[in-house]
């Protein structure tokens, strides 16, 4: 069982409807802010995703520490776009 509150340990990333409340602060140019409890996200220089991201692919993520919320931004070369697509064609065809 979970612990209420704030005292929960693991990190989680925000929902859909969060994610595209943060990108539409970037887009604007602005700080991004938690939309939870209004904080300022802090850029984390590498994604908790890196070990599941196809090789040549880099990102970070967007933190916030009170929430324990985090939002990775992955950008991608046309290298791991081929990689990740493949991956893809790879498991359709396994499952076949």
């Given at each position: 069982?979970?612990?209420?509150?704030?005292r929960r340990s693991a990190w989680r990333s925000f929902t859909g409807r969060q994610r595209r409340?943060?990108?539409?602060?970037?887009?604007?140019?602005?700080?991004?802010?938690?939309?939870?409890?209004?904080?300022?996200?802090?850029?984390?220089?590498?994604?908790?995703?890196?070990?599941?991201?196809?090789?040549?692919?880099?990102?970070?993520?967007?933190?916030?520490?009170?929430?324990?919320?985090?939002?990775?931004?992955?950008?991608?070369?046309?290298?791991?776009?081929?990689?990740?697509?493949?991956?893809?064609?790879?498991?359709?065809?396994?499952?076949?």
């Amino acid at each position: 069982m979970m612990r209420p509150g704030p005292r929960r340990s693991a990190w989680r990333s925000f929902t859909g409807r969060q994610r595209r409340a943060i990108q539409a602060q970037l887009a604007q140019r602005t700080d991004a802010r938690c939309p939870c409890c209004g904080e300022l996200l802090e850029a984390r220089p590498n994604t908790r995703l890196r070990a599941v991201l196809p090789s040549g692919c880099g990102g970070f993520d967007l933190d916030c520490r009170p929430c324990r919320r985090f939002h990775p931004l992955i950008l991608h070369t046309p290298r791991s776009l081929y990689l990740a697509r493949l991956q893809r064609l790879a498991s359709a065809v396994l499952r076949a």
